[in-house]
């Protein structure tokens, strides 16, 4: 099959720990979607040099390079009408980024005084460039250049009012919501990169879309100074979060 410019392209700029992987297994739920998790891993890790878990894992099972990844994947044939991939926003480095006016980009973002504690447990001194929130600034401001303006998720939003959200989303892609998108079955799925023991333990033992609840815990002191740094991206983010209003 060729590519058309019928297929619909997602790409979710999401940050870590940012319920990106149960938004992926939602859209995978879709009879028209086609979804891939995180296709420039492989590519951030060679060019970065970041020390990830399972990094020899990861760089083995993909192809690390980025603009053959944009070509054959990312803008290559596709056998649905949609195509969604999960990416994560700082994987986006070292790259022609021309293609993203052929696609239709989503940001994914959660609100850093929850998600810093969380990505702790898997990355031992998280820096801003780990989180994401600046690429995720930055990305707003080229889509933006090139006559975009693409839907910002908020994860306590998405994870209060699934439906809301997503028929919003929806809405604004230009494609139906279903109803299949809010549960799916436990365990893991066929399109999980070979990280998915080391990040996606929780979304494995979900069936939907987990019940919202704000962090009891007291933050950590030592990520006082990354909060600081996170907090400015957050909030020009958290502006333009969907919050329900599209349709159901």
């Not at 839907?151 to 929806?170: F, S, T």
Request: glycine residues 8%; proline residues 7%; negative net charge.
């Amino acid at each position: 099959m060729q590519a058309t410019r019928r297929t619909l392209r997602i790409q979710l700029w999401s940050g870590p720990r940012n319920v990106s992987t149960a938004l992926m297994y939602s859209f995978a739920q879709r009879g028209d979607t086609r979804v891939v998790d995180e296709p420039l891993y492989a590519h951030y890790l060679r060019v970065s040099g970041a020390d990830h878990p399972g990094r020899d894992e990861v760089l083995s099972s993909q192809e690390q390079d980025g603009e053959k990844v944009v070509r054959e994947q990312l803008l290559g044939p596709c056998d649905r009408p949609v195509l969604f991939c999960k990416q994560m926003a700082h994987h986006l480095v070292e790259l022609d980024r021309r293609f993203l006016a052929e696609c239709a980009n989503v940001i994914l973002t959660r609100d850093p005084q929850e998600m810093l504690p969380s990505l702790e447990q898997n990355l031992a001194q998280p820096t801003l460039r780990d989180t994401g929130y600046a690429m995720q600034t930055g990305l707003l401001a080229e889509l933006r250049a090139l006559g975009q303006e693409p839907p910002v998720i908020v994860a306590h939003e998405l994870l209060k009012d699934p439906r809301g959200v997503l028929g919003e989303l929806c809405e604004r892609l230009s494609i139906p919501f279903e109803e299949g998108m809010l549960s799916w079955e436990q365990g893991a799925r066929p399109e999980d990169g070979i990280w998915a023991p080391h990040w996606y333990a929780n979304v494995h033992r979900s069936n939907g879309f987990q019940k919202y609840e704000r962090k009891r815990a007291p933050f950590p002191e030592r990520l006082g100074p990354l909060l600081e740094e996170c907090r400015p991206h957050y909030a020009e983010l958290a502006r333009l979060a969907l919050t329900g209003g599209g349709a159901r």
